[in-house]
């Protein structure tokens, strides 16, 4: 299974996000929506389905509360639209039509995998416009522009932009053995690779360093970058490293983690594949588990 999230067939035209964009788009019969109401995607039901509604879909959910044109799609408009939480249950029972939140539309393969990255884009922006409704320099109501790409403030003329957060995660290895944890809101038995938040004017290879020594007592030497992944709860990209741990001995910070444990290869081979006795690895949709194969691959 592909990383989710990572393939958009959406060609984003950042160069022509003009005022009048998003207005001409959504009234063009052949525009495709994407639709949330609140965090969760509407869907079209099938074998698999898909997020890619008609546009009057809009009609029936009540109006948009905040719209984004995402781009086009084989020269077909695209646009994304936030309605209230509510508007899920004016498709529930409709069998035409699924609501699922988005962990479980990757991991129950109920759209094609190459929507997975337009939802994932669709749910980071839409969740910043309905996170950023008021400018953080003069606190005055904001309004969208640029086709939902920016907010401006009347009050002051400050510019918003949406953002994404940076993550480390990190598979840290010591000849056969490499370093997981897990913390206590983990799925039962399941360990992972370490994680955590890039800090102001920090390197990605420092990042990866200090979040180890704080979570594990470990302290890593060279370190290099491996793959990335969006990651829309709400808005992280979370970048893959692999790094070579210089010690062995774990100081674990109870605070932050339940437990951290060296596995070896066999382990992980065997939690993979669903056959250890005791540990579980990380879901096939999230980066930790594709770290963790690309290591026991070699």
Known sequence: MPIAYITN?????????????????????RTALVLLAGD???????????????????DRAGGPREQVLLGTIDDRPVIA????PEAAAL??????FITADLRSVATKGLVPEEELGLLATAKSLLGWHARHRFCANCGNPTQASQAGYRRD???CGTQHFPRTDPVVIMLIARGDQCLLGRGAHFAERTYSCLAGFLEPGETVEDAVRRETFEEAGIRVGPVRYLASQPWPF??????????????EAITMDAAEMEDVRWFSKEDVRRMLAG???????PNPIAIANHLLRLWVEG
């Open 91 to 96: 498709f529930e029972n409709d069998p035409d």
């Open 81 to 84: 639209a936030l309605a209230a």
């Open 275 to 281: 056959e250890h006795e005791q540990f579980l690895a």
């Open 234 to 247: 709400p808005s992280s990209i979370m970048i893959g490293c692999l790094g070579e741990a210089e010690s």
């Open 40 to 58: 969760v995607p509407v869907l079209r039901a099938g074998q698999p389905g898909t997020g890619l509604l008609p546009v009057t879909a809009l």
């Open 153 to 155: 403030c009347p009050a």
């Open 9 to 29: 067939p959406t060609v984003r035209h950042s160069a022509e996000r003009d005022p009048e964009a998003l207005a001409r788009h959504a009234g063009d019969p």
